[in-house]
């Protein structure tokens, strides 16, 4: 290879991927004067997951991106980062069902009106039996949740978008997730809110309603999420201590054997080589372990690391207001799309055209099945289809289409992740003191753009106390709801004293892990069982 299409970097910190976690971390350790080089897979976009993607001059998100934290360090850092460019939007999002739309927290007469007398009768009927005739064996999701609200409310509102979601049967989910997910909310306190809602008597912003309590107006960048990692991505290059690298993926990462790293990244432009004293990844961990030299003992724990993926199918239609709702849920089996977003009610600057509109499919799969293998304008057809199945639009008026696939968008929790990530985990920290996970990949857990954010922010600090001082793997798991209460309501870092527990504005952030599936542990005796057959 030429000298042309070989270059060599010698940087304070090689950081992997330019997403939220990545960006946030180059952007902090520039400013504090390390000098830092970010590579990036993707040739054009940064943000990751949160990245906004253009075509013929419309933008849509990867999935909805709110910005809500109730860490005010975070909060501090967009309005740094990004500081003229915030809109306030209002949400609005509905549960969409065999041609009716339920509001999103449900409202009890628009309900029972959508329902019917008769098919009202029938949840009511369904929910009282399962009280007086619970199962006693609750093992699964589907186990759960019909003991709380009856077999049918639990296929109306619950089975079809789960199973969409996930790739999974309700009944192969562990009925721990269900406990954690719907945690505080029974069908007789929604019946009750809901009746309240209906007629104006709760309290604003967000109505009285008290278990998982969702935001009424939100934040969001005039342009689309990704307006903030291109900003974040320009003043780390602009500050003259770090380049983003596009186009690159990682080749390896190598230990120099003096506690710092080398790491190659190829790209069609020839290879890159970063030598470092530190590294941040933020790539998903079954992908560094196979990269790493030499290869970590846990690689057969990264291996067995799963991930759902994802694909946008984004349509741009004539009309300026298709529906009023910022994104649809699709509770209906008759349609594979997963949920509807509208970006002109997420930002009508995102729209070019005021005549036009820009609504985009979400579709959960797995790489490589049947959606993802799709052709681009067979998906395009796909979502037009449905689009008018569903009743939201004249597919006459579909004037083009674009296709976005997200892999490894979801981290699966299985019953075997927590061990597996532990493993990796525990070796790399012993071996490896200035090799750093961040993220939602990089730590295999689904967490939320501000949990992201923290983990880097944490780990920035570390670099720059020479130790770890912060350990960014303590997240409470069972924390509450990331948008309940108000935006920034945690107070500032403060000075450390003991330089070692995280502030609570820091633990903010780190708790707004959102929940995911796991599925049914087998019992010891079956599992021992199995293993022996």
Same mark, same amino acid.
């Given at each position: 290879?030429?000298?042309?299409?070989?270059?060599?970097?010698?940087?304070?910190?090689?950081?992997?991927?330019?997403?939220?976690?990545?960006?946030?971390?180059?952007?902090?350790?520039?400013?504090?004067?390390?000098?830092?080089?970010?590579?990036?897979?993707?040739?054009?976009?940064?943000?990751?997951?949160?990245?906004?993607?253009?075509?013929?001059?419309?933008?849509?998100?990867?999935?909805?991106?709110?910005?809500?934290?109730?860490?005010?360090?975070?909060?501090?850092?967009?309005?740094?980062?990004?500081?003229?460019?915030?809109?306030?939007?209002?949400?609005?999002?509905?549960?969409?069902?065999?041609?009716?739309?339920?509001?999103?927290?449900?409202?009890?007469?628009?309900?029972?009106?959508?329902?019917?007398?008769?098919?009202?009768?029938?949840?009511?009927?369904?929910?009282?039996?399962?009280?007086?005739?619970?199962?006693?064996?609750?093992?699964?999701?589907?186990?759960?949740?019909?003991?709380?609200?009856?077999?049918?409310?639990?296929?109306?509102?619950?089975?079809?978008?789960?199973?969409?979601?996930?790739?999974?049967?309700? @009944?192969?989910?562990? *009925?721990?997730?269900?406990? %954690?997910? +719907?945690? &505080?909310?029974? =069908?007789?306190?929604?019946?009750? /809110? $809901?009746?309240?809602?209906?007629?104006?008597?709760?309290?604003?912003?967000?109505?009285?309603?008290?278990?998982?309590?969702?935001?009424?107006?939100?934040?969001?960048?005039?342009?689309?999420?990704?307006?903030?990692?291109?900003?974040?991505? @320009?003043?780390?290059? *602009?500050?003259?201590?770090? %380049?983003? +690298?596009? &186009?690159?993926? =990682?080749?390896?990462?190598?230990? /120099? $054997?003096?506690?710092?790293?080398?790491?190659?990244?190829?790209?069609?432009?020839?290879?890159?080589?970063?030598?470092?004293?530190?590294?941040?990844?933020?790539?998903?961990?079954?992908?560094?372990?196979?990269?790493?030299?030499?290869?970590?003992?846990?690689?057969?724990?990264?291996?067995?690391?799963?991930?759902?993926?994802?694909?946008?199918?984004?349509?741009?239609?004539?009309?300026?207001?298709?529906?009023?709702?910022?994104?649809?849920?699709?509770?209906?089996?008759?349609?594979?799309?997963?949920?509807?977003?509208?970006?002109?009610?997420?930002?009508?600057?995102?729209?070019?055209?005021?005549?036009?509109?820009?609504?985009?499919?979400?579709?959960?799969?797995?790489?490589?099945?049947?959606?993802?293998?799709?052709?681009?304008?067979?998906?395009?057809?796909?979502?037009?289809?449905?689009?008018?199945?569903?009743?939201?639009?004249?597919?006459?008026?579909?004037?083009?289409?674009?296709?976005?696939?997200?892999?490894?968008?979801?981290?699966?929790?299985?019953?075997?992740?927590?061990?597996?990530?532990?493993?990796?985990?525990?070796?790399?920290?012993?071996?490896?003191?200035?090799?750093?996970?961040?993220?939602?990949?990089?730590?295999?857990?689904?967490?939320?753009?501000?949990?992201?954010?923290?983990?880097?922010?944490?780990?920035?600090?570390?670099?720059?106390?020479?130790?770890?001082?912060?350990?960014?793997?303590?997240?409470?798991?069972?924390?509450?709801?990331?948008?309940?209460?108000?935006?920034?309501?945690?107070?500032?870092?403060?000075?450390?004293?003991?330089?070692?527990?995280?502030?609570?504005?820091?633990?903010?952030?780190?708790?707004?892990?959102?929940?995911?599936?796991?599925?049914?542990?087998?019992?010891?005796?079956?599992?021992?069982?199995?293993?022996?057959?």
């Amino acid at each position: 290879m030429s000298e042309a299409q070989s270059q060599v970097l010698n940087v304070d910190v090689a950081i992997i991927g330019a997403g939220p976690a990545g960006l946030t971390a180059g952007y902090l350790l520039t400013k504090a004067g390390k000098s830092v080089a970010i590579i990036e897979k993707d040739e054009t976009y940064v943000g990751g997951i949160s990245r906004t993607v253009e075509h013929e001059g419309y933008r849509f998100d990867i999935g909805g991106h709110r910005f809500f934290s109730k860490s005010k360090q975070v909060v501090d850092l967009w309005n740094e980062i990004l500081p003229d460019d915030f809109i306030e939007r209002p949400r609005m999002s509905r549960i969409y069902y065999e041609g009716k739309f339920y509001s999103y927290p449900l409202r009890a007469f628009e309900a029972l009106r959508n329902l019917g007398l008769w098919r009202s009768t029938v949840c009511m009927a369904s929910y009282l039996w399962a009280r007086v005739f619970p199962n006693r064996n609750v093992r699964s999701f589907e186990d759960w949740t019909t003991n709380q609200f009856g077999k049918k409310l639990y296929s109306i509102f619950f089975k079809t978008y789960t199973e969409k979601v996930w790739g999974m049967p309700c @009944d192969e989910m562990s *009925a721990d997730w269900a406990a %954690q997910r +719907i945690k &505080g909310l029974s =069908l007789m306190g929604a019946v009750v /809110d $809901g009746v309240k809602r209906s007629l104006g008597l709760n309290k604003k912003p967000n109505d009285g309603m008290q278990a998982k309590t969702l935001l009424e107006n939100f934040r969001y960048p005039r342009l689309g999420p990704g307006m903030m990692w291109e900003a974040a991505r @320009d003043k780390i290059i *602009a500050s003259g201590r770090g %380049q983003v +690298i596009m &186009g690159h993926a =990682l080749d390896q990462l190598a230990s /120099d $054997g003096r506690g710092g790293w080398r790491m190659t990244a190829k790209g069609e432009g020839g290879i890159v080589t970063i030598e470092a004293d530190h590294a941040i990844s933020s790539a998903p961990m079954r992908q560094l372990a196979r990269r790493m030299h030499p290869l970590p003992q846990s690689t057969f724990h990264a291996n067995e690391l799963k991930y759902r993926d994802f694909l946008t199918v984004a349509l741009m239609v004539e009309g300026e207001d298709l529906f009023p709702d910022n994104w649809i849920y699709i509770h209906d089996s008759k349609v594979k799309v997963g949920r509807v977003q509208n970006f002109r009610s997420w930002s009508p600057e995102m729209i070019p055209d005021e005549k036009m509109a820009c609504v985009g499919l979400e579709y959960f799969c797995f790489e490589g099945d049947g959606l993802w293998s799709m052709e681009d304008d067979d998906l395009v057809a796909l979502a037009t289809k449905e689009m008018e199945i569903l009743g939201l639009l004249d597919p006459a008026k579909v004037k083009s289409g674009a296709v976005v696939r997200q892999e490894k968008a979801y981290p699966v929790y299985d019953e075997d992740y927590a061990a597996n990530v532990a493993a990796m985990r525990e070796e790399l920290e012993a071996k490896y003191p200035t090799l750093h996970l961040v993220g939602r990949n990089g730590m295999h857990r689904y967490n939320n753009q501000d949990h992201a954010m923290m983990t880097a922010m944490l780990s920035v600090e570390n670099i720059l106390a020479g130790e770890r001082v912060y350990d960014i793997w303590c997240v409470n798991e069972d924390a509450e709801y990331h948008e309940a209460g108000d935006e920034g309501a945690e107070r500032a870092l403060p000075a450390r004293e003991n330089g070692r527990e995280v502030s609570e504005d820091q633990a903010a952030a780190l708790n707004s892990m959102r929940d995911v599936p796991t599925r049914i542990v087998e019992d010891d005796d079956s599992g021992d069982a199995r293993r022996a057959a």
